[in-house]
């Protein structure tokens, strides 16, 4: 099972539209996503809508998917606890995905939900090393190299920001822990939203196992949060 995030607005990208719904050699970001999350044999998508949703649903009017409204846009981890009626019974690994990383690739899917359940995680998160990492959370590591916590872009100090590994946004969850992490969030940071990567340090307070599978191939991570970010997809 997966969850699509796509309910943001496309300010920086100067559209007045979805950002999801930008293009990509012709093709909208989420179809991208959405087609991956088909390709890697994920059965059941769930599909976050909440700027001018009623276009991504047009826009995906040929899938077979769910929609969650999320209104008002308080941040990602707001979006992932709209669609908690629809995975209260779930006791799997539950992925969750962004809607504008559109090159994500099937097998890093896969193998992203594979080593969660090998490793019977809690959360494993996605994470890639990328030269520039401006604008993307930072992966914060123990001693020991075990993941200890996601500090987003705009609340990270200038040691933070010195690190290259960044959350690519993709993440899977056992459902009963996600849900049960999720009410306890908090909007004390520099965007008052709340943010699904404080699950990741919540869970770890709690003694739960998180990890994190690192990609080695940049289409796993690359959003396009500018007209600047899309174009450099549109050259790779």
């Known amino acids: 099972m997966a969850i699509i995030l796509a309910a943001g607005p496309g300010k920086r990208m100067g559209a007045d539209k979805p950002k999801v719904l930008m293009a990509l050699d012709g093709k909208p970001l989420v179809i991208w996503v959405l087609e991956a999350v088909c390709a890697a044999g994920i059965g059941r998508a769930v599909v976050v809508i909440g700027h001018q949703g009623e276009l991504v649903q047009q826009a995906l009017e040929d899938f077979d998917v769910e929609f969650v409204w999320q209104t008002p846009l308080l941040g990602t981890g707001h979006a992932v606890l709209q669609t908690e009626p629809l995975f209260k019974s779930h006791k799997g690994p539950l992925a969750i995905l962004l809607g504008d990383v559109p090159r994500i690739r099937p097998e890093t899917i896969r193998r992203l939900i594979s080593t969660h359940c090998e490793l019977n995680a809690s959360a494993t998160v996605l994470t890639a090393i990328i030269d520039d990492p401006a604008g993307y959370g930072r992966v914060v590591r123990r001693a020991d190299g075990t993941l200890d916590r996601i500090v987003e872009a705009r609340d990270a100090d200038s040691n933070i920001k010195a690190i290259k590994e960044i959350n690519t946004g993709t993440m899977c969850f056992y459902a009963p822990d996600l849900f049960s992490a999720l009410p306890a969030m908090t909007n004390d940071n520099a965007q008052r939203e709340y943010y699904l990567t404080?699950?990741?340090?919540?869970?770890?307070?709690?003694?739960?196992?998180?990890?994190?599978?690192?990609?080695?191939?940049?289409?796993?991570?690359?959003?396009?949060?500018?007209?600047?970010q899309l174009e450099q997809l549109k050259r790779l």
């Open 198 to 228: 404080d699950v990741i340090g919540a869970l770890q307070q709690s003694g739960l196992s998180v990890t994190g599978y690192r990609s080695d191939d940049l289409r796993d991570a690359l959003g396009a949060n500018s007209q600047a």
